[in-house]
T-cell receptor
Framework: AQRVTQPEKLLSVFKGAPVELKCNYS??????LFWYVQYSRQRLQLLLR??SRESIKGFTADLNKGETSFHLKKPFAQEEDSAMYYC????????????FGQGTTLQVKP | GAVVSQHPSRVICKSGTSVKIECRSL??????MFWYRQFPKQSLMLMAT?????????EQGVEKDKFLINHASLTLSTLTVTSAHPEDSSFYIC????????????FGPGTRLTVL
């Protein structure tokens, strides 16, 4: 079955500390992996996707096919990073359909 | 950038009534839209794929007679919760895919439904 797993419901760190939000997937074929973010009282928005290999707001994520993981990392967390983060996987069928993980709330304390 | 709107943003209704939620793509066409349900501090559960000009595709366990989806034009999909009950109270979110970058979705702001 296709599944995306985010093992942590809540991750709490102090400002300036490194952050790693974990994501593992079980998906047939070669999925595309995404991280979406939802700030308080805002809509869900794309943070980054694995094919772009880009860094957005200091966040990076590397696709590890051997470990079927797509962990999100940032070396120095900022208070404005506090939000709900969702890992998602999509297939190659071009349907746009995504499978979301359970989400991790990141809380960055001052 | 592409914008998806939803209307209403929140609705309160009595048990047994039906509620319609609209999802619009404002500056682009969407032959496909998705409807999700989100419980507090939990993940998004895909309910169905809305297809312009044809029947919606429902995910396993979602009652198609309960959640009626109509995709009448290239910019509008509607979700009607029929004979709503308190357990249908939730946050409903729609999205539309980016036509240029497949699997990337633009999300609406969501609709908070409360059934009394």
């Amino acid at each position: 079955a296709q599944r995306v797993t985010q093992p942590e419901k809540l991750l709490s760190v102090f400002k300036g500390a490194p952050v790693e939000l974990k994501c593992n997937y079980s998906y047939s074929g070669s999925p595309e992996l995404f991280w979406y973010v939802q700030y308080s009282r805002q809509r869900l928005q794309l943070l980054l996707r694995h094919i772009s290999r880009e860094s957005i707001k200091g966040f990076t994520a590397d696709l590890n096919k051997g470990e079927t993981s797509f962990h999100l990392k940032k070396p120095f967390a900022q208070e404005e990073d506090s939000a709900m983060y969702y890992c998602a996987a999509g297939g190659s069928s071009n349907t746009g359909k995504l499978i979301f993980g359970q989400g991790t709330t990141l809380q960055v304390k001052p | 950038g592409a914008v998806v709107s939803q209307h209403p943003s929140r609705v309160i209704c009595k048990s047994g009534t039906s509620v319609k939620i609209e999802c619009r793509s404002l500056d682009f066409q969407a032959t496909t839209m998705f409807w999700y349900r989100q419980f507090p501090k939990q993940s998004l559960m895909l309910m169905a794929t809305s297809n312009e000009g044809s029947k919606a595709t429902y995910e396993q366990g979602v009652e198609k007679d309960k959640f009626l989806i109509n995709h009448a034009s290239l910019t509008l999909s509607t979700l009607t919760v029929t004979s709503a009950h308190p357990e249908d109270s939730s946050f409903y979110i729609c999205s539309a895919p980016n036509q240029r970058v497949y699997n990337e979705q633009f999300f609406g702001p969501g609709t908070r439904l409360t059934v009394l």
